[in-house]
């Protein structure tokens, strides 16, 4: 089996805006390998949420390739991608609304179940049930709740339990803890964790908390404005961020190792609108070391080392 298992190739996604043409994913390039945990941060509006939704062809690409396991996406018509579904997850932030409150336990996850073949009658189903549940870290008897009778850390879980209910192969995790209490959080990440382990997944995982991305991934990507700035093995890009956006981002938090000093960079200004987009190196407006050249030339992801690529005029 190829290594690059999800691979994503120039991907753009752009919303047509009374104020203009709006670049939320403006042309990013990614790999992902069988048992990954790859974590993507960037601030809110950067394009996270547009660039994953787009890869599980909830919204239709502008242009470029989604490959998955051999297969381009970005080209499937509808019956297949109802195929791929089946292979794909997703987690929302917020288990409020991605649960139906008229629906329990039970039927939120039978749902999935049922409709994908998994299993065909209501015995088997309440065995696979009673499974995702432990899995989760519940017990039998939540399956007769109704959301609104869970806490919102049980909420998440559930939802966790629905996206896992088809054995898909990746889950792909939007801010999948950020609405819940720092305790909460730290449970759903170790029960996500085990779940890896146990049914062998790969996650993508996507957050604004560095922290969390720090924590859950192996691989991570830096995105601002729509673009992948630096890419690589989370242990390196967290040790000695490169680009200069990577260094403001990470100094902008509190590191658990209290003896570990990044350089100092503090980021100016505001992060500029993805409708006209800066030209060249879209950071050069807020870069201290933006010279001629990053206001012309887009900068194109270069390899550093085996460890990580970083699109920046400083390194190439
Ligand atoms: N359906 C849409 N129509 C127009 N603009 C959108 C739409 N969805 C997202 N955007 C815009 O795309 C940009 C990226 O949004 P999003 O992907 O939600 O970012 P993130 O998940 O990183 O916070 C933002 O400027 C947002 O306003
Ligand atoms: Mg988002």
Redesign the pocket.
């Known amino acids: 089996m190829s290594k690059e298992w999800l691979q994503v190739k120039d991907l753009r996604k752009h919303?047509e805006?009374p104020k203009g043409d709006?670049r939320?994913v403006a042309g990013v390039s990614l790999k992902v390998e069988k048992g990954d945990s790859f974590g993507l941060v960037?601030e809110?509006?950067?394009?996270?949420?547009?660039?994953i939704r787009t890869v599980l062809r909830l919204l239709e690409p502008t242009s470029g390739e989604i490959l998955f396991d051999g297969k381009d996406i970005a080209k499937l018509g509808k019956t297949h991608i109802r195929r791929l579904r089946k292979k794909m997850g997703l987690v929302f932030q917020s288990p409020h609304s991605s649960l139906n409150p008229r629906m329990t336990v039970y039927d939120t996850l039978a749902r999935p179940l049922l409709i994908h073949g998994i299993t065909k009658n209501k015995r088997d189903t309440t065995i696979e049930i009673v499974k995702l549940l432990k899995l989760m870290g519940l017990q039998a008897e939540h399956m007769i709740r109704y959301p609104h009778e869970l806490s919102g850390g049980q909420k998440q879980r559930i939802a966790i339990a629905r996206a896992l209910a088809v054995n898909p192969e990746i889950v792909f995790l939007d801010e999948p803890t950020s609405a819940l209490d720092v305790s909460v959080q730290t449970k759903i990440l170790k029960l996500l964790d085990f779940a890896k382990q146990e049914k062998q997944l790969t996650y993508f995982y996507?957050s604004h908390d560095i922290n969390l991305i720090r924590v859950v991934s192996n691989k991570m990507g830096v995105m601002y404005l729509g673009k992948i700035v630096e890419i690589g093995d989370t242990g390196t890009v967290m040790a000695n961020p490169l680009h200069p956006y990577s260094v403001g981002l990470f100094e902008a938090v509190p590191d658990p190792d209290p003896d570990k000093k990044l350089p100092e960079l503090i980021l100016k200004g505001e992060v500029p609108s993805?409708v006209n987009a800066p030209s060249g190196c879209v950071f050069h407006p807020r870069c201290p070391f933006a010279w001629e050249k990053c206001e012309r030339e887009e900068p194109k992801l270069l390899k550093q080392s085996d460890q990580r690529e970083v699109a920046c005029h400083k390194y190439s």
């Open positions: 919303f805006t709006l939320a960037g809110s509006g950067c394009g996270k949420s547009t660039l996507i993805p």
